[in-house]
């Protein structure tokens, strides 16, 4: 079973910085793409950063310029670096790891960030 574990999320003035980390049980090349989401109270979960298996990145318009999706395939692992944060960025911030063929959806528990004004 596929098990996805984020780490470093937390409370943060507006204008900071913090960097999440996603922990993947197997290969993330196994995966067609990883990416983070994001899910305020009373909102819908959204995207946040994707990065496919060759390599291409994809943003939300909000987040692009401040946020950068990176992976370490040694490790199993895929980060989120927030710069410039922002209250509206406020969220639980989830994991995702999808699968084409055979077609599967994997999340992570969640990492709550909290950015102040």
């Known amino acids: 079973q596929v098990q996805l574990v984020e780490s470093g999320g937390g409370l943060v003035q507006a204008g900071g910085s913090l960097r999440l980390s996603c922990e993947v049980s197997?290969?993330?090349?196994?995966?067609?793409?990883m990416g983070w989401y994001r899910q305020a109270p009373g909102k819908q979960r959204e995207l946040v950063a994707t990065?496919?298996?060759?390599?291409?990145?994809n943003y939300a318009d909000s987040t692009k310029g401040r946020f950068t999706i990176s992976r370490d395939i040694a490790k199993n692992a895929v980060d989120l670096q927030m710069n410039g944060l922002k209250p509206e960025d406020t969220a639980v911030y989830y994991c995702?790891?999808?699968?084409?063929?055979?077609?599967?959806?994997?999340w992570g528990q969640g990492t709550q960030v909290t950015v102040s004004s």
């Open positions: 197997e290969s993330i090349l196994n995966f067609n793409a």
């Open positions: 990065l496919t298996r060759d390599g291409s990145r």
């Open positions: 995702n790891a999808d699968r084409y063929f055979p077609y599967g959806r994997y």
